[in-house]
């Protein structure tokens, strides 16, 4: 088992950052691979990010340039740094680690970019 908490939504105006940071429950360094993906209102959920056991990082073509992804070993947590924030980022964003045959997603996290 597995549990992921993620935090650090909240409001901001475009332009602005927030970072968001998901931790686990067990050691990272076990897991194949960590995301963070969003879900808009009426729109499907894609994959924002994610970073591979080995370090490899990929991004949405919608965030390169602006997030980025990066973990702490020590601390079993994931960050997401985002920058440059849109409207069109306005979303909740979610944890995402796939661990012995088991998808395991956080509770969920709001973004809301304001104009």
């Known amino acids: 088992q597995v549990q992921l908490v993620e935090s650090g939504g909240g409001l901001v105006q475009a332009g602005g950052s927030l970072r968001l940071s998901c931790t686990a429950s067990?050691?990272?360094?076990?897991?194949?691979?960590m995301g963070w993906y969003r879900q808009a209102p009426g729109k499907q959920r894609e994959l924002v990010a994610s970073?591979?056991?080995?370090?490899?990082?990929n991004y949405a073509n919608s965030v390169k340039g602006r997030f980025t992804i990066s973990r702490v070993l020590a601390e079993n947590t994931v960050h997401l740094q985002m920058n440059s924030l849109k409207p069109e980022d306005t979303a909740v964003y979610s944890c995402n680690t796939y661990w012995r045959a088991t998808d395991y997603w956080g509770q969920g996290t709001q973004v809301t970019v304001s104009s």
């Open positions: 067990r050691s990272i360094s076990s897991f194949p691979h």
């Open positions: 970073i591979t056991s080995g370090g490899i990082t």
